[in-house]
Nanobody, 115 residues
């Protein structure tokens, strides 16, 4: 059973930084892709950043230059480094992991940007 766990969220002032971490356990074989989504109150869930086993990656246009996705040192781990945070970045951030044809989700981690 694949389990996905996010960590690193919290309250930060505008202009601050956070690093989110996502780790998948129970994986048999290789992870195909790991993706960060976010969902703000009243909004649809949106893709923030994505990376695959070949280390290709993409980042949502509105966060380019502020958010960076990278694979962690440990296998099946992905980091999302967020800088120059703005109140509009406030949301629950979810990680999804695609492996063996299935997609698995974590419970999410709250990021609040407020003074």
């Amino acid at each position: 059973q694949v389990q996905v766990k996010e960590s690193g969220g919290g309250l930060v002032q505008p202009g601050g930084s956070l690093r989110l971490s996502c780790e998948a356990s129970g994986v048999i074989g290789s992870v195909d892709a790991m993706t960060w989504f976010r969902q703000a109150p009243g909004n649809k869930r949106e893709l923030v950043a994505w990376t695959n086993r070949d280390e290709a990656s993409l980042v949502k246009d509105s966060v380019k230059g502020r958010f960076f996705i990278s694979r962690g040192v440990a296998e099946n781990k992905v980091l999302l480094r967020m800088g120059r945070l703005e109140p509009v970045d406030t949301a629950i951030y979810y990680c999804s992991v695609t492996v063996g044809g299935g997609t698995y989700w974590g419970q999410g981690t709250q990021v609040t940007v407020s003074s």
